[in-house]
């Protein structure tokens, strides 16, 4: 499985983007997707998790900013940030995985992305 993210780029704080993931040849709904994020010389970190049924799970530290969604025909899977803060600033991944519910934990995802900058600064 082939994950694409895209959407990356420089905001001011304050600003919005809108990540997307795209599965390579099937339809999100096989799977439980994921958003994680890696800032310089930090660890990755969870950030949004929806399940096959359309669960979700937040990180503390984007609940209330960040959405994480599918599309209606499960093509593709969406990060919307809003009120985006200089400490959002990381490479963020797309992952995937067979299983049902949303996970938070890195090692539950089989499958990643490239992964998509995205930069908060003024």
């Known amino acids: 499985v082939q994950l694409v993210e895209s959407g990356g780029g420089l905001v001011q704080p304050g600003g919005s983007l809108r990540l997307s993931c795209a599965a390579s040849?099937?339809?999100?709904?096989?799977?439980?997707m994921g958003w994680f994020r890696q800032a310089p010389g930090k660890e990755r970190e969870f950030v949004a998790a929806i399940s096959r049924s359309g669960g979700t799970v937040y990180a503390n530290s984007v609940k209330g900013r960040f959405t994480i969604s599918r599309d209606s025909a499960k093509i593709s899977v969406y990060l919307q940030m809003n009120s985006l803060k200089p400490e959002d600033t990381a490479v963020y991944y797309c992952?995937?995985?067979?299983?049902?519910?949303?996970?938070?934990?890195?090692?539950?995802?089989?499958?990643w992305g490239q992964g998509t900058q995205v930069t908060v600064s003024s």
């Open positions: 040849g099937r339809t999100i709904s096989t799977y439980r």
């Open positions: 992952a995937a995985d067979w299983g049902y519910a949303a996970t938070t934990h890195l090692n539950d995802y089989e499958y």
